[in-house]
């Protein structure tokens, strides 16, 4: 029999428990074989590991529905704890196995399209996975949020982001400031997932205490990259030699998740994108894993998927 404790931080006691603890008593009547006694802001938890991981899921669910719409009904509870949730904004359904974090403001960070489902599939089978595909197709906030979900369960101990320095028509060097300063902007993807799913003060110490690494792909030579969930964004601006470069720095206990989308190639055209090549390359590796997302894909706004399949038509 396994223990665990939960402490209540983003959400009063009674906005939890009901009156009389009589929504509390809905969640006990679901996980019958596991105790849990309700002292204040402290739940303590008793009773088979796996169960306890879904009472905690699902207290976490329950919070951050809270936290978004403001109230938490007797109603969305048992559709919750049903499986499935319907916001007040949205027909979509919050399946509780889908949640990948929990994020800022009640944010519930999910798969939410079955190409993105194939990733999250995809990583916890294998050890490398290239997501490829157009703009908007959740590839990289997908991996973010693959990462963070991965630090907060201590499967890994930091998580390393990265993105080649490659400009899209402009000229970098003409940016302002110092070199931190000319490369924040193309890593700003990356921060914007960051401060979706993980709260500022938390944030700045991760990135603080080099917990969480993000740097352009050229810093990344000469390291091994090992217990670290790592993700090369905008990969196929990478070059084959950079690529390898990258793919090589892989340590014991690692998870690489590669993005990339091969109809916005920004290098030179007299340089190949190491990302096409290495799709050609690395197919039949046992343990790396493609995944190939489409305009299905797309959740920003409705014109982006209009605009990638009038591309795809020329």
Do not use: C, W
Not at 16 to 22: A, E, R, T, V
């Amino acid at each position: 029999m396994s223990e665990k404790k939960i402490i209540l931080e983003d959400i009063k006691p009674l906005d939890l428990y009901g009156i009389n603890d009589s929504k509390l008593e809905l969640i006990k009547k679901r996980f019958p074989n596991v105790k849990i006694v309700a002292r204040g802001d402290l739940l303590k938890l008793s009773g088979d590991e796996a169960e306890l991981n879904q009472v905690e899921m699902v207290i976490n669910i329950l919070t951050a529905y809270f936290n978004r719409f403001g109230n938490l009904t007797e109603n969305a509870i048992t559709q919750i704890l049903s499986g499935s949730s319907k916001t007040n904004d949205s027909n979509e359904k919050t399946n509780v196995n889908d949640v990948l974090v929990f994020g800022n403001s009640g944010l519930i960070v999910k798969a939410r399209t079955e190409n993105q489902r194939k990733i999250v599939e995809a990583i916890e089978k294998n050890d490398m996975v290239f997501a490829i595909g157009p703009a908007g197709t959740g590839k990289t906030y997908t991996a973010v949020a693959l990462a963070v979900r991965a630090l907060k369960n201590k499967e890994i101990k930091k998580i390393i982001l990265t993105r080649p320095a490659v400009e899209a028509g402009e000229n970098l060097g003409f940016l302002p400031g110092d070199l931190k300063e000319k490369l924040d902007p193309y890593m700003q993807p990356l921060y914007d997932a960051l401060n979706d799913m993980i709260a500022p003060e938390k944030l700045s110490y991760y990135i603080e205490n080099r917990v969480i690494q993000i740097a352009p792909l050229a810093f990344m030579r000469g390291r091994t990259l090992d217990n670290a969930f790592v993700i090369l964004d905008e990969a196929q601006n990478a070059t084959e030699n950079q690529l390898k470069m990258f793919l090589t720095r892989m340590g014991a206990s690692a998870k690489f998740l590669i993005t990339g989308d091969i109809t916005q190639v920004d290098l030179p055209k007299n340089q190949p994108s190491g990302l096409i090549h290495a799709i050609k390359l690395l197919q039949n590796i046992e343990g790396i894993k493609f995944i190939q997302l489409d305009g299905s894909d797309v959740i920003r706004h409705a014109l982006v998927k209009k605009i990638i399949e009038t591309y795809d038509s020329k």
